[in-house]
């Protein structure tokens, strides 16, 4: 008995010194590498030939360290962390407008209904020269940013380009709220319909409020349309998912390297509707807290999911403060539905690291999963809709075009050609439109290029540097390449149809314009009613 005791003693030692050596060698080699950065550092700033800036070249290191990582481990300086806060909270001190920054200058991209910029006239496509007395010519992105931003009832100058003019607008900032449900309606007599573009801190109180007004006009049944919707606040989601399922239901389980984050999360309180059809519309850009609003109610066979395979972001980020008000929101967890799935399409695990390349779990081999009434659902490439509405794959011409200055600036053209358009459940755009689309592009090439384009001109100007003579094969190449590229876009006409649809009404009608029109005319709308009205049909889906 003694010798047995000896022994486990010795074992224990044995373990207790292996943890102290392994966690002394992890402490060592962190402390090492930290001293190595450090003294790099001070060499640089004493004796390189040049002035380096401080900030910036830590913000770079930083940057490339977890760009290695995955694309949600972030860092976050001082105006970071408050436009992150901004993002959580759902309301800032502002003018009501977003904006995109193209060679040095800052362009209204959206007006926001009933704000600043609204009320005082400013228009998308409008150029913002000058901030108060500053010239924004050349500055830096994150400083002209920041000066739109303020105190509520602290006012600004703004002088503009708009169409050859140079305008002039006095704003007075407002509290801005970004409301996570811009548009919600009665389709018909029965079907509400909801959209829900974030999980922000207003989430759960906006839905339950359209919820509610909607069973006041008759609801009977329900589509919640969380397409584009890129997710957002955990706590948010839960409370969500509990409007329709019962109390002390999983709605997620987070799992992390650390077992107190890890966690089981349920529904708190008394559902709202336990009842109800639902329809959740998905697609490929709804992501984390949409697919676990999706996941949830699909394992527990309470609505039918319908669209496009979602974007499969299956990782849980949390906030931790660093020194001088800078933030680092890592990668802490992964989580799973209540059926046991992780819908985590990218694994970032396995990065090639030579080049790059990040594989796909959904290539790989999937599990699968059963939902509260036995249907077989899988794992990995995010959630696949019960019934999926196919689309043509988009061409690189068309993913190039909806990005594109060309878009934007061919949908300014068409605003300030046309004074009105007709109501939004009225208005509809055809071939002649998108005929006319093209032909801005043949116009306006340089606003749309493709990659192979670009890399094209640079091969071209090596050619050049070394002498020879090519002009006239690389013109001939280049016109074949415009007319291909153009041609390619034939096989997304509805779909960029629909894209150009959308962004022109948003010019007259703003975010509620565009859902007006598309539970009128929206294929992917119109199939969900269709399958909420055949009870039969709703009922085979869900058993």
């Known amino acids: 008995m003694k010798k047995i005791k000896n022994k486990i003693i010795a074992t224990l030692l044995i373990i207790a010194v292996t943890i102290s050596f392994s966690y002394k060698s992890d402490f060592f080699e962190i402390a090492k590498q930290i001293e190595i950065y450090t003294t790099l550092f001070k060499e640089l700033n004493l004796y390189y030939i040049d002035e380096i800036n401080p900030a910036e070249v830590t913000e770079r290191a930083i940057n490339n360290v977890l760009q290695n990582l995955d694309p949600y481990t972030r860092f976050y300086d001082e105006q970071g962390v408050e436009d992150a806060k901004i993002k959580r909270e759902g309301q800032y001190g502002g003018v009501g407008a977003s904006i995109v920054y193209r ?13 600043p910029a609204h009320k005082a006239g400013l228009l998308v496509g409008d150029k913002i020269l000058k901030i108060d007395n500053t010239i924004l010519k050349d500055q830096p992105e994150e400083v002209t940013r920041a000066m739109l931003k303020g105190l509520p009832n602290s006012t600004i100058k ?4 708009r169409q050859n003019q140079v305008l002039d607008f006095n704003l007075t900032r407002e509290t801005i709220e970004i409301n996570p449900v811009p548009f919600y309606g009665m389709v018909d007599e029965e079907v509400g319909y909801i959209y829900f573009m974030k999980f922000n801190k207003k989430a759960s109180k906006k839905i339950k409020e359209a919820f509610l007004d909607l069973k006041s006009q008759g609801m009977t049944k329900l589509i919640i349309d969380v397409r584009h919707n890129p997710g957002g606040l955990l706590n948010e989601v839960i409370k969500i998912v509990n409007f329709f399922i019962p109390k002390g239901k999983v709605v997620v389980t987070t799992r992390a390297k650390l077992d107190k984050w890890s966690n089981t999360l349920k529904t708190k309180s008394q559902p709202i509707d336990t009842e109800i059809s639902i329809a959740i519309l998905i697609d490929n850009r709804s992501a984390s807290a949409s697919e676990i609003l999706a996941g949830a109610l699909q394992d527990y066979d309470r609505a039918v999911i319908i669209g496009e395979r979602s974007f499969g972001k299956g990782l849980v980020q949390r906030s931790r403060k660093l020194t001088y008000g800078t933030q680092l929101k890592l990668t802490i967890s992964k989580y799973y539905t209540p059926s046991g799935r992780c819908i985590q399409e990218l694994d970032y695990t396995n990065r090639d690291q030579k080049t790059g390349k990040v594989p796909k779990f959904s290539n790989g081999e999937v ?12 794992d990995g490439g995010g959630v696949t809709p019960d019934i999926e509405i196919k689309k043509p794959t988009q061409t690189a011409a068309t993913k190039r075009l909806l990005t594109s200055d060309a878009f934007f600036n061919y949908i300014t053209s068409y605003y300030y050609k046309n004074a009105t358009i007709s ?5 509809q755009l055809n071939e002649k439109e998108f005929n006319s689309l093209k032909e801005y592009l043949r116009n306006n090439a340089k606003d ?14 090596n050619i050049e540097k070394d002498k020879l003579n090519i002009k006239l094969q690389y013109n001939a190449l280049l016109n074949q390449l415009q007319l291909e590229k153009l041609a390619a876009l034939d096989e997304n006409k509805e779909e960029i149809l629909n894209h150009l649809t959308t962004k022109i009404i948003n010019r007259y009608y703003f975010k509620e314009g565009e859902y007006q029109q598309k539970i009128k005319f929206d294929k992917t709308i119109k199939e969900s009613i269709k399958i909420l009205k055949n009870e039969k049909q709703y009922t085979a889906i869900l058993n």
């Open 367 to 378: 599990n699968k999963f059963l939902t509260e009434n036995g249907r077989t659902v899988y």
């Open 103 to 115: 060679e040095g200058n800052l362009i209204v991209r959206e007006i926001y209904k009933d704000n």
């Open 423 to 427: 109501k939004p459940e009225n208005f």
């Open 448 to 461: 749309y290029q493709l990659s192979s384009e670009k890399a094209l001109k640079k091969v071209i100007e």
């Open 158 to 161: 703004i002088q503009v380009k």
